[in-house]
């Protein structure tokens, strides 16, 4: 996708220019979930496309996970665990990411199973997969295939560095798709190894590109009756986030840096300890009048009248007063009265604390739902919110093909001795 637009000058679409919108008239269906009716084959691994296909399953679409119990997802193993007893169904991160799913355990190795596969396709609006580059289409299931068996079908592909290119080919984590992004340069201190962002970080802001990327073809097929392939690079899609930095230094020759936990705009910017083991509170001064309440709080009025330039020239100096100043402190109390003089400030929270938060409960960050061997399960919830048609997990991850007979009957539409006969083939597994 490319654009030959430029960017627009400075009050170029300004209201007056604007003609009033039409809306539509409210009807009946307004609570009617915004997916409802799109049919999804997510045939995808470990968290990004996962992810992806559980945000669409939260608004109502009709998610069918394509696994196999010979070679169980990733996340199937990766604790923690419910009850703290490891287990393919136990796995508490893997019973969040595919919430909100139907599941068919398929022997994709086996060619019969193919055939049953371009039956699904038949049946789906979208499917998303996270093979190894090349590897649907060894199956027969690229979209050159796919594509004559059902015109319609916006199939995506999402890997870490794309379906062409010279390393197309190589495989990985988010933590190799930060390092090739360019993120590394810019983590840890300056007198230590590069650190990157935590964890698979291209696999946490991938999903929700992909479904964004999803709707516009949705959207474009119900204008043009055609469906598309989306070639999907979780490194590129991450890259586009270092835009500021990448441009300033091709611009203005600033080559980007680790800062710790400093920051190239605000001043100060960090975390500083509480009393308390290894308690701490993020404070960040954005504007003067923050930096001047601050100073207020720490004691230092000498300091307020200090500009951003002449805050980081004694940044050292400004660093020791404050944790000085909040080493003495409890957390809560710190929180609050530089809330009160509109400092942005938070305690640092750890995993028992983020699940009590007063703020997360209200918007129902984690909620219980249903499993059938563990009845109820906590998961992370939707945190997308929308006003007429709010998004929610519908059930935890079911097991491997427990949607077997449903999805032979009632997708497939084979009778009971049909089901059966298929079922003793041996490729549900």
């Known amino acids: 996708m490319t654009t030959e637009i430029p960017p627009p000058r400075l009050d170029e679409h300004n209201?007056?220019?604007r003609q009033e919108r039409q809306l539509p008239v409210a009807t009946s269906d307004s609570n009617v979930e915004p997916l409802s009716g799109v049919k999804v084959l997510d045939m995808t691994w470990a968290i990004a496309g996962p992810y992806a296909s559980r945000i669409m399953g939260d608004f109502g679409a009709d998610v069918l996970r394509i696994e196999s119990e010979l070679k169980p997802c990733i996340m199937r193993g990766a604790g923690p665990f419910v009850n703290n007893e490891a287990g393919a169904d136990s796995s508490l991160s893997y019973l969040s990411i595919n919430a909100s799913k139907r599941s068919l355990a398929v022997d994709l190795r086996d060619p019969r199973s193919i055939e049953v596969m371009k039956e699904l396709v038949e049946w789906a609006d979208v499917l998303i997969e996270s093979y190894s580059v090349g590897v649907v289409g060894r199956m027969g299931l690229g979209y050159g295939e796919l594509e004559k068996i059902n015109p319609e079908l916006?199939?995506?592909s999402t890997s870490l560095m794309g379906q062409t290119g010279p390393i197309r080919e190589i495989s990985g984590f988010g933590?190799?798709?930060a390092a090739v992004a360019g993120f590394f340069p810019f983590g840890g201190w300056p007198d230590r190894q590069p650190c990157g962002p935590f964890g698979a970080y291209s696999d946490y802001i991938s999903p929700r590109l992909?479904?964004?990327l999803v709707l516009a073809a949705l959207d474009k097929r119900?204008?043009?009756g055609r469906g598309q392939h989306i070639d999907y690079s979780q490194m590129e899609a991450a890259a586009q986030l270092l835009s500021p930095a990448f441009l300033n230094d091709e611009i203005n020759g600033v080559e980007g840096s680790r800062l710790g936990n400093g920051d190239s705009n605000f001043c100060p910017h960090g975390a500083y300890p509480v009393i308390g083991d290894d308690r701490w509170i993020a404070?960040?001064?954005?504007?003067?009048?923050q930096w001047e309440a601050l100073?207020?709080?720490i004691g230092a009025p000498q300091l307020a009248s200090l500009t951003y330039e002449e805050r980081r020239q004694r940044n050292e100096e400004i660093e020791s007063l404050i944790s000085g100043w909040s080493s003495q402190q409890d957390g809560v109390e710190a929180e609050l009265t530089l809330q009160h003089k509109q400092v942005p400030a938070h305690r640092v929270l750890y995993a028992p604390e983020v699940a009590e938060d007063a703020q997360l409960r209200h918007r129902k960050a984690f909620s219980q739902v249903s499993h059938p061997q563990h009845g109820q399960v906590w998961v992370e919830d939707s945190a997308i919110h929308l006003s007429r048609t709010p998004g929610a997990a519908r059930w935890a991850a079911p097991p491997a093909g427990e949607h077997l007979y449903e999805v032979l009957t009632?997708?497939?539409g084979r009778d009971p001795d049909e089901a059966a006969e298929l079922i003793a083939t041996g490729i549900f597994t």
Not at 283 to 289: L, N
């Open 210 to 212: 992909t479904v964004a």
């Open 154 to 156: 916006i199939m995506v």
């Open 410 to 412: 009632d997708i497939l």
């Open 283 to 289: 404070i960040a001064c954005e504007t003067q009048t």
């Open 175 to 177: 933590n190799i798709g």
């Open 15 to 17: 209201f007056r220019q």
């Open 222 to 224: 119900e204008r043009s």
């Open 295 to 297: 100073t207020d709080v």
